[in-house]
Structure formats: C-alpha cells, structure tokens
C-alpha cells in the first residue's frame, strides 16, 4: 500500500539556520503531496502542497517540490526561526480511489535562539 | 470563527464506560474525517464520510461507531473504554475527497485519557 517515510527527528537547529527535512513515498498511483505542521498543543494545519510532478509548493518561507523521479518531497527552509518549532508531518492521497491521507511518522523541529 | 470545532478538548474516563466527542465545521464542506494520533505522534485515519456517507473505515474496532447527521457533523461514540484508546482524536474536513488532492482542516483535537 501507499507508504510516506520521513527523516527520523528530533531535528534541533539554531535561528537562521538552514532547514531539509526529508521525505519519500510510495504510492501506485499518481498522489498529490502535502506537507503539515502542528504546533504544540494545536491540529494540524496545511503548510504547502503540489498536486502533480515537479510542482513546488511554497508558503512562509517553506518550499518542496514534488520529484516523480526520486518520489521525495523534501522541505526546506532558508533561514529558519524560533516560531517554527512545530512537528512537521508528510503526507499523500493517492488519486486510485483510497481517498484517504497517509502520513509519515512526523518530524519535530526545535529551534533555539 | 472556528473552522472546525470539537468537544471536548479534553476527556479523562475510566476503562470500559462510553463516551462520545463531537465534530462540527462550518466551511461547507463535503467530506468529514476522524483521525487517531498515539503518543508517539503518528497519526492514522479511522473514517471518511462524503455527504453523510461512510467511504472510509481503516479497520476500527466495532466499539468505535461514527455518526454523521448532516454534512457539518461527525461524531464519534466509543463503547467499552480501553487503555489503549488513549490518544488524541483529531476532525478533519475537506471540500472534495481525499483522492483529489484537496486540502484537510484540522480540529484542536480531543485528549482522551482511559484510566
């Protein structure tokens, strides 16, 4: 079945520090990708998607571009901030018909100051 | 407004009694879910529900029965409480189906603690 693997965590980063977190699938149909974050004591909220192959999806700073090649969606972020600390989850639905998201394990991200 | 609410945010319970979270949303949506969080923060889907009707059921124990009254509710009845159900339950809802791409909004969630 359709699978999402992240980079194990905790990641812990100084402020303005480059960010990669990584994450590969494995999906038998044609997903669409997503990437979310969780703040401490809240839901899940969307960060950034794309919907087909070698689309980039931005928002705050973060970016991933979906690659069919490597099936990877890695996120990344320039500089990073003490705000961002958060778990950060991918994820994919599979457009075959499982109508459902599958999540990674989830990657919690601390950045000190 | 809160897109999507639940309640309660909060629930401590002893083993074996029921209880039931509610889920409601007000963005219009069609399509409702019912996600499990452990405490190692996996999160794995229990149901779906697209306009009332049930598309997804993840291999959840009967004890767990959803229940969609209208389009802007999910709820979720749990009978005969295990240790094990401690987790967080989170509501989701999106526009379309899952399949298509469509972006999921997330409840706050509710603490379930069976003692």
Not at chain 2, 7 to 29: A, F, R, W
Not at chain 2, 52 to 65: D, G, Q, W
Request: net charge neutral; proline share 4%; hydrophobic share 30%.
């Amino acid at each position: 079945g359709d699978s999402v693997t992240q980079m194990e965590g905790p990641v812990t980063l100084s402020e303005e520090a480059f960010l990669t977190i990584n994450c590969t699938y494995t999906a038998t149909g044609y997903p669409s990708l997503f990437w979310y974050v969780q703040y401490p004591g809240e839901g899940l909220q969307l960060l950034l998607k794309a919907t087909k192959a070698d689309d980039k999806g931005s928002n705050k700073g973060f970016e991933a571009t979906y690659r069919k090649e490597t099936t990877s969606f890695h996120l990344e972020k320039g500089s990073v901030q003490v705000s961002d600390s958060a778990v950060y989850f991918c994820a994919l639905s599979d457009g075959g018909g499982a109508q459902k998201l599958v999540f990674g394990q989830g990657t919690r991200l601390t950045i000190n100051p | 407004d809160t897109a999507v609410s639940q309640t309660p945010k909060y629930l401590v319970t002893q083993m074996g009694n029921d209880k039931s979270i509610k889920c409601e949303q007000n963005l219009g949506h069609d399509t409702m879910y019912w996600y499990k969080q452990d405490s190692k923060k996996f999160l794995k889907i229990m149901f779906s529900y697209n306009n009332k009707e049930l598309i997804i059921n993840e291999t959840v124990p009967n004890r767990f029965s959803p229940k969609s009254p209208d389009k802007a509710h999910l709820n979720l009845h749990i009978n005969s409480l295990e240790l094990g159900d401690s987790a967080v339950y989170f509501c989701a809802s999106s526009l379309g189906l899952a399949g298509l791409g469509e972006t999921q909004y997330f409840g706050p969630g509710t603490r379930l603690l069976v003692l």
